[in-house]
């Protein structure tokens, strides 16, 4: 499944920013639109903007091309579109207003990221 080459590269690129509470859900068979969606947040909108950057700069490194984007200048909820993976950066008030797992989770299937992402110890 090419899709989650293409999630390898923005979770990690995601977590290296430390972004937070980063899932992924599998749309494939509810949705024409991208086969999955990748959603995490941030804290600040400085940190939003860092992470987006950091995503489609490895993207676009790993050959993946950046269809569309939008919300970059606001940095509450920016929308990265890669085709079949769909990239979602909230800052963390945005992201529980929306809560896009809620109404997207019930139809897809969570993907489970934790191969791709660092833990830290303590």
């Known amino acids: 499944m090419a899709v989650n080459d293409m999630l390898e590269v923005a979770v990690k690129a995601a977590d290296a920013k430390r972004a937070e509470d980063i899932e992924a859900i599998d749309i494939h068979e509810v949705s024409l639109v991208a086969d999955a969606f990748l959603i995490l947040d941030a804290p600040t909108t400085r940190q939003v903007v860092a992470?987006?950057?950091?995503?489609?700069?490895k993207m676009a490194e790993a050959g993946y091309l950046l269809v569309k984007h939008e919300g970059r200048h606001e940095g509450e909820w920016v929308l990265m579109n890669f085709g079949d993976l769909i990239v979602h950066v909230f800052k963390k008030e945005t992201r529980g207003f929306y809560n896009l797992e809620k109404l997207w989770g019930s139809t897809g299937t969570e993907i489970n990221l934790d191969q791709w992402l660092v833990t830290e110890e303590i």
Do not use: G, K, L, R
């Open 51 to 57: 992470i987006v950057d950091e995503i489609e700069d």
